[in-house]
């Protein structure tokens, strides 16, 4: 699952620190919607993997993985291209972002727990993208999350891995031109 191993009978941690790990996530979601780009990437660890694979509505007694690494993904980044993501998105040529759409990035459900490393936690949560454009386009995004946070050498919070589940299996939009 994208590095991400969650533990069934992880210990709690501490509430000061699942405070300061929800905080990270909201502020994330405040500079994604301010597109402040640069601050977001700041955020990533250098090993970052980013992955937003393809859904499938499947039925129950289909056994195939739901998730899988050779199936069609959105995303599979790691941060040279997160980074070349961004800096596309800032060009003026970048037809899709003139005008710029306008983000809504609300974060919930945070659940966090510890893992085999004292410096690293699984980060359960839910996103939900409103994206606006122009006067009348509104595109919706709902997922869960699994992430891997972890605190480098400075003492700083990174993300180090994101497992990202739309609950779309259809895209309606145009493109998609969001970080979720």
């Known amino acids: 699952m ?3 191993e969650g533990n069934a009978g992880a210990a709690r941690v501490d509430r000061d620190l699942a405070f300061e790990i929800e905080q ?5 979601a405040r500079l994604l919607d301010a597109e402040r780009y640069d601050e977001w990437l700041a955020m990533m660890a250098p090993d970052i993997h980013y992955w937003m694979p393809g859904i499938q509505a499947r039925y129950r007694a289909d056994r195939a993985d739901v998730l899988s690494r050779t199936r069609m993904a959105f995303f599979d980044d790691d941060l040279d291209y997160l980074t070349k993501r961004v800096d596309r998105a800032k060009q003026t040529t970048a037809w899709a972002e003139d005008p710029p ?3 809504f990035h609300m974060v919930g459900n945070v659940e966090v727990e510890a893992t085999a490393l004292p410096n690293e936690w699984v980060v359960h949560s ?3 993208n409103l994206r606006h454009r122009n006067e009348t386009e509104e595109q919706t995004l ?3 999350r699994q992430d891997l946070v972890r605190r480098d050498g400075t003492g ?14 259809v895209l309606q939009a145009k ?3 969001t970080f979720l």
């Open 175 to 177: 493109n998609i031109n």
């Open 2 to 4: 994208s590095g991400i």
């Open 142 to 144: 709902t997922a869960r």
């Open 126 to 128: 839910l996103v939900h």
């Open 101 to 103: 759409t306008r983000h």
């Open 24 to 28: 990270f996530l909201y502020r994330e």
């Open 156 to 169: 700083a919070l990174k993300l180090a891995r994101r497992l990202i589940r739309l609950q779309q299996t």
